[in-house]
């Protein structure tokens, strides 16, 4: 099973935190650049932010730069991203995919396979 499976996702309040996780059951995530997107209702898929394989390098969306940090734990196979200051605007389905090439921060889609079903994040007002 290559597909990736995101959790974390929920209700939360406009200012709280979220922390959401990507991973792939029995399978190793270490030689992957990783990506996050989201997709709000009636909006098209968008790029969040990308891990490189090492970890060493990241990319965030101008929207959420110094709200939102990716980070990745190659021993626990898991990547993360931690949700600070939600405004009502990050509501969305949030997906995980594995990068075939690196991290950047154009954060095309079509250079992502495997993705994950999403999470839905919902913030409240």
């Known amino acids: 099973q290559l597909q990736l499976v995101e959790s974390g996702g929920g209700l939360v309040q406009l200012g709280g935190s979220l922390r959401l996780s990507c991973g792939r059951s029995?399978?190793?995530?270490?030689?992957?650049?990783i990506g996050w997107f989201r997709q709000a209702p009636g909006k098209e898929r968008e790029g969040v932010a990308c891990?490189?394989?090492?970890?060493?390098?990241?990319a965030y969306a101008d929207s959420v730069k110094g709200r939102f940090t990716i980070s990745r734990d190659n021993d626990e196979k898991t990547v993360y991203l931690q949700m600070n200051s939600l405004k009502s605007e990050d509501t969305a389905v949030y997906f995980c995919?594995?990068?075939?090439?690196?991290?950047?921060?154009?954060?095309?889609?079509?250079?992502?396979?495997?993705w994950g079903q999403g999470t839905q994040v919902t913030v409240s007002s």
């Open positions: 029995g399978l190793s995530l270490s030689n992957y650049p």
């Open positions: 891990i490189s394989t090492s970890g060493d390098r990241t």
């Open positions: 995919a594995q990068g075939i090439y690196y991290c950047d921060s154009l954060l095309q889609m079509d250079e992502y396979i495997n």
